[in-house]
């Protein structure tokens, strides 16, 4: 062994002759890359399971309701429905989608150096991701268009109205057919009763700028509007007691304007309404 070789050795320039063999590395690769296949899909499967199911708990720990406050109303119920079934329909849409995902990552996965087909298209399955949606997305309009009916249809011949009238920074409420008139006392919110099982027309305006009627139970709002004759029916359902607000930003002091709402049985809101009128007299 020459001189040279030893120096070289020594400084590790040099490769021993086993070094010199070809080393077969491509099964270690294609094993680690295997593996790494398998745990993405893994954490796809499990994506897909938790999410919708994190989601659906969500829902399920509100009654089913999915955020939304029980409603109180007749109208409510019905938009209740619409949220429910518009949320469930895009839990399937990313359930079915995140299900692709994960079959196309573990269908498709490359094996070898093979190059998979290089047809320009699909026409059936093209079809199918065009058609679907545009399938799905009209059948959420048109149930949308007839709860919105239903919610803002108004009865030929409600069992009480009441005048609403909205101005900064309060509520008035007035009971024509009653003779009876509820505003704020500058301290305490005015105080809005209404009876169960009751068709009850809210007649909207408001004195300055726009505010919003809204009663979170009720699951609708509308808003007064200067010059513009806003009506909503409600079909009070069930007794309670709640806080109405404005949802409309309408100054400096709009968080003053809340109101309390109480609905009572017929004989308990008669009872109320005398009690207004004598106080009134």
């Not at 955020?67 to 849409?93: D, N, R, T, Y």
């Not at 809101?269 to 207004?276: L, Q, S």
């Amino acid at each position: 062994m020459s001189p040279d070789w030893c120096i070289g050795a020594q400084k590790g320039r040099y490769l021993t002759p086993s070094a010199w063999r070809p080393r077969h590395v491509a099964p270690k690769r294609s094993r680690l890359h295997v593996q790494v296949i398998l745990r993405s899909g893994a954490r796809l499967l499990s994506a897909t399971a938790v999410v919708p199911g994190v989601l659906a708990a969500g829902g399920c720990g509100a009654g089913g309701r999915f955020g939304f406050p029980e409603p109180a109303s007749e109208q409510g119920g019905k938009i209740l429905g619409l949220w429910q079934g518009s949320v469930l329909v895009a839990l399937a849409v990313g359930a079915l989608v995140w299900a692709l995902i994960v079959w196309t990552v573990l269908r498709y996965r490359r094996r070898d150096d093979t190059l998979p087909s290089q047809e320009p298209e699909n026409i059936p399955v093209e079809v199918a991701y065009t058609v679907a949606p545009l399938l799905v997305v009209a059948a959420l309009f048109g149930v949308t268009v007839f709860t919105q009916e239903e919610v803002t249809a108004s009865d030929p011949d409600p069992d009480l109205v009441v005048e609403v009238t909205g101005f900064q920074w309060s509520w008035e409420f007035a009971y024509p057919d009653e003779g009876v008139e509820v505003v704020s006392n500058g301290d305490d919110p005015p105080r809005l009763v209404l009876p169960v099982g009751a068709t009850v027309r809210f007649e909207l305006a408001t004195t300055d700028v726009n505010h919003s009627f809204w009663v979170p139970e009720f699951l609708v709002k509308r808003d007064l509007i200067q010059g513009v004759e806003n009506t909503i029916d409600v079909d009070v359902e069930r007794a309670g007691e709640w806080t109405g607000r404005c949802a409309e930003f309408c100054g400096l002091d709009h968080w003053k304007m809340n109101f309390a709402v109480s609905a009572v049985p017929q004989g308990e809101f008669d009872r109320w309404v005398e009690a207004e009128q004598a106080r009134a007299r």
